[in-house]
Structure formats: C-alpha cells, structure tokens
C-alpha cells in the first residue's frame, strides 16, 4: 500500500483529520522509521513494518512532534509472553492474527490479539486513552489487502456481530 493510501485509510478509518495523519507520517519518514519518496510523484509503498509503525504512531502521539518516538517507545513494548506490541500489530495488520479491539494509555497497552487478551508495558489504571476496536481494525486490515471500503464495511460488521457488539 502507498503511504499516501495508508495516510488516508488511517484517518477514515479512526476518525482523524487526514493532515494530522500526514503530519505523523512525516515525523516517521524524518525519524527513518518510513522511507522517504525517491519523487515527490511517487510515494513510497510501505511495508508491514512501516505500516505497524504508522498505525502505532497514530495511537500512541500525545502530539506529532512526539509520534516518532512514542511509536519507538510503544512499539519495543512487551508482554508477560515476551510478544513486542510492533510484532503483534504488525501480524494483524498483515493478515497474519485476528484483530481484536487495542486500547493504547499512557506507558503501554491493552489489546486482544487472536481472542487472547494481552497487557503490553505498564498502561495506566485511569487517563486519556486512544483506542481501536477490532472491528475498526478488521476493516482497516481489508482495505490494506485490497478489499473496497464498502466491502471493508462489511468485513466490519461481520466482526461487530461475531463478537456481540451488533
């Protein structure tokens, strides 16, 4: 997927405004984290690695001059199990592990990665927090396999139902 593409799949997708997400990305490309366009017409493809570091970025910024680092920060996160939150949100973005809902706070993370709950760092008990169901990823994961965003939709709602939430 170009970058220009995951730029805008992230902010439909989580609700932000597309200048935010750009900016982000851009703060990962200066930061090496993206690779940077070898022509301003010709962004980038990303990899799943590039992707997880964007997706994590735009979870974890409390600001864009802090995405780059704060993905790093979050990103090198691990469990009880010795799983990398990078590795595991890399896995379903790629299609690679069922999605399931992420809640990012300050100093780690809660998620559910193929049906099983997993804390990663130490997140805070209270505070702000930004999160992502596994529906919104599941759809997200459609639309980075080429599916269309209406059929992604779909994907999203057979999720909601197979997990409750209709």
Known sequence: MKLSEA??????RLSLKR?????????????????????KKTPPDLSDDEMASLTLAVLAENGVETAASRARDYGGMTSTDGY??????????????????IIVREGG?????N?????????????PARFCTGATLSA???EIQGLTPGTADAVAAITRIHNGNY
């Not at 730029?7 to 439909?12: N, S």
């Not at 490309?29 to 070898?38: S, Y």
């Open 115 to 127: 049906g099983s709950y997993i804390v990663f760092g130490s997140p805070a008990e209270d505070g």
């Open 19 to 39: 200048g935010r997400v750009a900016a982000i990305a851009n703060r990962l490309q200066h930061a090496g984290m993206i690779a940077l366009a070898e022509a």
């Open 7 to 12: 730029v805008e799949l992230l902010a439909r």
């Open 84 to 101: 990398r939150l990078a590795e595991s949100l890399r896995a379903v973005l790629s299609g690679q592990a069922q999605p399931g809902d």
């Open 140 to 142: 997200i994961v459609a």
């Open 109 to 113: 993370a809660h998620a559910t990665v």
